[in-house]
């Protein structure tokens, strides 16, 4: 199976330059937990906020809600490809210990595959392999 078949394709994205309000703002209108960060004009992924990085890289440290996205990204996440097989994404998730994974095609952010999707598509992967996945990704940081 491939990754276009289960993703959320145009999902929603801010830039380094918006506010962590913003961003906040995004997740809660889009009901996600995590946003591509792209390069204003050419939609190139530079990174990923979710609600836990707002929380533990915002909150935790005192920062407000007019810090820049910059400040709480991560940086150079893992993305795949709308054509890649659904057993890349698998990969990435585990090795990157991430439940989400920008799709890119041309350069240009296309949509997000998270372990949920994996879990909702049947044919995507057996619940055995969801399983582990789960586990893998749960492991204490590396």
Same mark, same amino acid.
């Given at each position: +199976?491939?990754?276009? *078949?289960?993703?959320?394709? =145009?999902?929603? #994205? #801010? $830039?380094p !330059?918006? $506010?962590?309000?913003?961003a906040? @703002?995004?997740?809660?209108? =889009?009901?996600c937990?995590s946003?591509?960060?792209?390069? *204003?004009?050419?939609?190139?992924v530079?990174?990923v906020?979710?609600?836990?990085?707002?929380a533990? @890289?915002?909150l935790? !440290?005192?920062r407000? %809600?007019?810090?820049?996205v910059?400040?709480?990204?991560?940086?150079? %996440?893992a #993305? #795949?490809?709308? &054509?890649?097989?659904?057993e890349?994404? *698998?990969?990435?998730m585990?090795?990157?210990q991430?439940? @989400?994974?920008p799709?890119?095609? /041309?350069?240009r952010?296309?949509? +997000?595959?998270?372990?949920?999707?994996?879990?909702?598509?049947?044919?995507?992967v057996? &619940?055995e392999?969801? /399983?582990?996945?789960?586990?893998e990704?749960?492991?204490?940081s @590396?």
């Amino acid at each position: +199976m491939k990754v276009r *078949e289960i993703m959320t394709e =145009n999902p929603a #994205c #801010c $830039t380094p !330059e918006q $506010t962590v309000r913003e961003a906040a @703002r995004l997740m809660a209108q =889009n009901d996600c937990g995590s946003i591509p960060v792209v390069e *204003e004009g050419s939609r190139g992924v530079v990174g990923v906020v979710t609600d836990r990085d707002l929380a533990i @890289r915002v909150l935790a !440290e005192g920062r407000g %809600p007019d810090t820049p996205v910059s400040q709480a990204m991560t940086a150079d %996440p893992a #993305c #795949c490809g709308p &054509d890649d097989d659904v057993e890349r994404v *698998e990969r990435l998730m585990a090795e990157r210990q991430v439940r @989400r994974v920008p799709v890119v095609e /041309g350069g240009r952010v296309v949509g +997000m595959v998270a372990q949920a999707d994996l879990a909702l598509h049947p044919h995507a992967v057996s &619940d055995e392999e969801v /399983g582990q996945l789960v586990e893998e990704i749960s492991q204490p940081s @590396r």
